[in-house]
């Protein structure tokens, strides 16, 4: 009431109408009031159109009285506002790796986004403050404390939301004055990091002119009246009175101090004599009610911009992309990986948003990502990215290319197009690897690395999908041989033993079979026989035993020739793991549950009374699952250039659907973002894997694609005009090597046709020609026009195997430009057709055929599966992926064929069934000159060598 008129000039009060001057009161009561109601009001606009909740959390060591004062303040200040805080309270007994624990834990929680350390830590224990807050994330330091924080303050990176909040209060509450800060003279006393230096290198990043004074400044009085702004906290009560102040100053007082009251109560005081300094300076913070305030509206200002800045970047990556050194001519594959340094792999996974709770690292170069990041809020919310589809034309024996073009694209993609990119592929398996095919970890400059590690054992999903398989058969063989050895009443008990409770897998037995007994005294002696015996007829065991190696000799075995199994031996062979069923269950799954119930639905033979006897009657669906928990989680790996990819599960592509995993899929698209890519590869050609990937994953998986990419080349296509035969081993013939226009025409139509088996399905196809150093630019330009023509959305030549992603970017914008247009997905058939009818579809609009050719004993047992409830499950042709008929002999696009249906089999708990147009080999047989002979180890290094 006695401040009339000030008028300021650079920040100095210059002239004065009275000389009883008293201070303007700074309110920061008011001024932090203003400032919690909008961040209210722009939290809840927020939500309205995203699902927004700031999270804060705040760690308390101990018990200390003045904490918990802060801390109700903080929290109520939050609910205010509406941020979701925290409060995590250990006990005065923590130790040091105790809080940090803790603090690691709210740094991999998604959603929290901002961690206080309570200080003063009270606890007996020696903890390091210093240590535990720069445990802290610096993402997530709305206190600003952290060491990195603190420099990049001092190096003038201001980081608005990682700015110390007293500090940033303090700058608040000063530039509400008015007053003009650039040129004005600060003066700091106190070089604490939580006021003096940050708000020091606050106010020189504002112009001012700033000196910081302590405990040992000679003649502070000097330094104070000089200042126009002069802020105060060292903890001292009444360290500055009016004689030291500049009339007019602003005086910021951040001390807090008490004095005793003559009533023996305890009054707030700051470090500024109130009373005198109020009759000189300008404007003066009180205390209570000038900072304090102001530090908890600054704590929520900081939380709510980390959580914006969070909710932001968690769909933005900041990837770092690996340079090619490359090598004219190419080198073999192993060499090109063993020279490239990879990124490690838990920096990949940060920089494309994965906490770092989310990655089980297996070594420094690949990882598993637990199932858990799909529930997370933070990436349910994200809008999935496009879906592309990789398949390819019929191919020669030799492969066109497929998981080259796939990491190649992904490449492209994202390393030179900059689009948030991950190629999703299959798991090989080890047997081709020692075998002659080779591995599947694409090739030349576009392949995943380290592809040792890739190719041999990864992260050990095979091997447990091979013990589970092997489990159940172990089961099966068990289960036939203690029935047959044990009359009905010593198997029950020795089942259901007295006074032991049922497990649930028996239950479920039990609820199948309508036995409302749950303990054995109230079951009835007919009811134990049908719940003891499964009655297996060994001739209809369709479960044989398995083993990621190529061995032809077990092709056909014979078990159980020991005397201790009394007779019971039987014939058999063994498969190749990826063959095994769990292999597909494992890609189809949906998350652990759907896991469970699907091994669980698994027939493994039938019963004399010609009933399905499943992995779950056996009961060893818990212990197989058990098995397979880890397997579940995708692998985690890179290309050469640095691109993530998912790695999961590999299942035949003929027998069963021949795609990488559900999971896998859904992952890599929330992670990529809605303006994202995912990359995933069908195995063989558009008529089988692409087939199956439209007709069985995505119906499983509820995905839709947004483009498919469609692999050709040259020779493949001379090959299907009439060319020679080609074969693994063997050198090529001179048409494959040499310009034949005339050749390559002829086999065009096969092009035309595997164009249309992916344009059917609603999806544009883009068509990507894998070049060879054979090809020339006329045979190139033949097979572009003529994909254009035959309804490609484009078609472009890709050199990626000798170039990286830079060879193929032609074909990566025109996949970027085919997921622009409407896709207009549909599927081949519908379910509930019969299972002959779906049959003939596929080989009518897939084939180019007449139909199935079917005996009447097949026609019966087709029968029996539609009448077992299993007639509505999708159809997965188990054929031949050299040609479109069941004729490898014939190539391009055969007509008036019909395909002979061998045998139909059941996948039950993958949810397929398979028929068996012709004989499919489920164990490869090594060559004469198998890879392995290539395969070595340097001692020196460690490097495995040899691998292509």
């Not at 890709?798 to 207009?824: D, F, I, M, R």
Request: with cysteine; net charge neutral.
């Amino acid at each position: 009431q006695h401040y009339k008129s000030i008028t300021f000039i650079e920040g100095v009060a210059a002239s004065y109408s009275i000389i009883d001057i008293m201070a303007v009161v700074i309110n920061g009561q008011k001024i932090s009031k203003k400032v919690r109601e909008d961040l209210k009001e722009h939290v809840t606009a927020l939500a309205e159109w995203d699902v927004f909740k700031p999270g804060l959390a705040i760690v308390q060591v101990g018990d200390r009285p003045d904490s918990n004062t802060y801390i109700r303040m903080k929290i109520k200040a939050a609910s205010e506002i509406g941020i979701r805080a925290q409060h995590i309270k250990l006990g005065n007994q923590s130790t040091q790796q105790e809080v940090i624990s803790a603090l690691e834990c709210l740094n991999n929680n998604p959603e929290i986004h901002g961690v206080i350390l309570q200080l003063p830590l009270d606890t007996c224990c020696t903890v390091d403050e210093d240590v535990c807050t720069n445990t802290i994330l610096t993402s997530k330091d709305v206190d600003g404390l952290t060491e990195v924080n603190n420099a990049r303050l001092t190096r003038g990176v201001l980081a608005s939301f990682h700015t110390p909040c007293t500090a940033k209060g303090c700058l608040h509450l000063i530039k509400s004055t008015g007053v003009k800060l650039e040129g004005s003279k600060a003066v700091v006393i106190g070089r604490s990091k939580i006021v003096g230096s940050p708000l020091r290198d606050l106010l020189l990043a504002e112009n001012c002119t700033v000196t910081t004074c302590h405990s040992k400044t000679v003649d502070l009085s000097a330094e104070t009246r000089s200042a126009d702004i002069l802020v105060v906290g060292v903890g001292k009560p009444g360290l500055v009175t009016g004689d030291m102040v500049k009339p007019g100053a602003v005086i910021i007082d951040c001390g807090i101090n008490y004095s005793e009251e003559k009533n023996g109560k305890r009054k707030p005081v700051g470090d500024v004599d109130y009373e005198s300094v109020s009759k000189v300076a300008g404007f003066i913070t009180p205390v209570p009610g000038g900072v304090g305030p102001m530090t908890v509206a600054m704590l929520m200002e900081n939380t709510v911009g980390c959580a914006e800045k969070l909710s932001r970047t968690s769909s933005s990556w900041n990837l770092k992309y690996l340079a090619l050194r490359r090598i004219n001519p190419v080198p073999s594959d192993s060499e090109i990986s063993l020279a490239q340094t990879p990124n490690k792999i838990k920096n990949i996974a940060r920089d494309i948003g994965i906490p770092d709770n989310m990655v089980e690292l297996y070594g420094e170069y690949k990882a598993k990502i637990k199932l858990g990041l799909l529930d997370s809020k933070q990436v349910k919310q994200v809008k999935q990215g496009n879906y592309v589809l990789v398949c390819g034309i019929t191919p020669t024996p030799l492969g066109e290319g497929k998981s080259t073009t796939t990491i190649g694209l992904a490449q492209s993609l994202s390393a030179h197009l900059h689009k948030q990119t991950i190629a999703c592929i299959r798991q090989p398996s080890m047997g081709p690897t020692f075998g002659i095919k080779g591995g599947a970890a694409g090739g030349g400059y576009s392949q995943v690395m380290p592809m040792d590690e890739f190719n041999m054992h990864l992260t050990g999903d095979i091997h447990a999908i091979a013990t589970a398989h092997n489990l159940v058969a172990a089961a099966i063989d068990t289960r036939i041989f203690h029935e047959a050895t044990q009359t009905d009443e010593a198997l029950f008990k020795r089942l259901c033993p007295p006074g032991k409770p049922l497990p649930q897998v028996m239950i479920r037995r039990l609820e199948k079979l309508g036995i409302a007994g749950r303990t054995p005294e109230e079951m009835a002696p007919e009811d134990r026989v049908r719940f003891a015996r499964l009655n297996i007829d060994p001739g209809t065991i369709m479960w044989n035993r398995v083993l990621d190696m190529n061995d032809r000799f077990l092709r056909k075995a014979t078990i159980g020739q020991s005397p201790t199994e009394k007779g019971m031996a039987r014939e058999t062979k063994w498969d190749i793991t990826v063959a095994s069923e769990i292999m597909a269950v494992l890609a189809l799954a949906t998350d652990l549950s759907d896991l469970k119930s699907r091994i669980g639905k698994i027939v493994v033979a039938y019963s004399v009374d010609n009933l399905p006897v499943t992995v779950d009657d056996l009961g060893v669906t818990g212990a197989s699952t058990a098995l397979m928990r880890e397997a579940l989680k995708p692998n985690f790996m890179q290309t050469l250039e640095g691109s993530p990819v998912m790695v999961h599960a590999g299942p035949f592509a003929n027998i069963a659907h021949g795609n990488s995993s559900i999971i896998a899929d859904r992952m890599a698209l929330k992670l990529v973002g809605s303006d994202g890519y995912v990359c995933t590869e069908a195995g063989f050609g558009a008529d089988i894997g692409g087939e199956k990937f439209f007709d069985i994953k995505c119906r499983y998986s509820g995905l839709r694609p947004n483009a498919a990419v469609l692999v050709c080349t040259v020779r493949a296509l001379k090959m299907h005009g009439g060319g020679p035969n080609v074969t693994p081993g063997g050198g090529l013939a001179p048409e494959y090597k040499e310009e034949n226009l005339e050749l390559l025409s002829k086999g065009l139509v096969h092009l035309t046709k595997q164009i249309g088996n992916v344009t059917q399905f609603g999806a544009p196809c883009v068509v990507a020609i894998n070049r060879f150093h054979t090809d020339t630019e006329s045979e190139l330009e033949m097979v572009r026009k003529h994909a254009l023509k035959s309804g490609a959305f484009d078609a472009q030549v890709a050199e990626h195997w000798e170039k990286g992603g830079e060879g193929a970017v032609n074909l990566a914008h025109a996949v970027v430009n085919a997921c622009k247009t409407p896709s207009n997905f549909k599927f081949l058939y519908d379910l509930e057709q019969p299972l002959i009818s779906k049959m003939n579809i596929i080989v009518q609009k897939i084939y180019g055929g007449e139909g199935v050719e079917i005996s009447e004993e097949i026609a019966d047992k087709i029968k029996n599966l539609e009448n077992q409830g299993y007639g509505n499950l999708p159809i997965c042709m188990a054929k031949t992926h050299l040609s479109l008929s069941c004729d490898v002999s014939k190539k391009g696009v055969p007509t008036g064929f019909k395909v002979p249906i061998q045998d139909v089999r059941l996948s039950a708990g993958a949810g397929f069934v398979y028929p068996l147009a012709g004989t499919i080999s489920t164990m490869p047989g090594l060559p004469t000159r198998p890879a392995f002979y290539n395969i070595d180890v340097d001692t020196d290094t460690g490097d495995i060598t040899g691998l292509f």
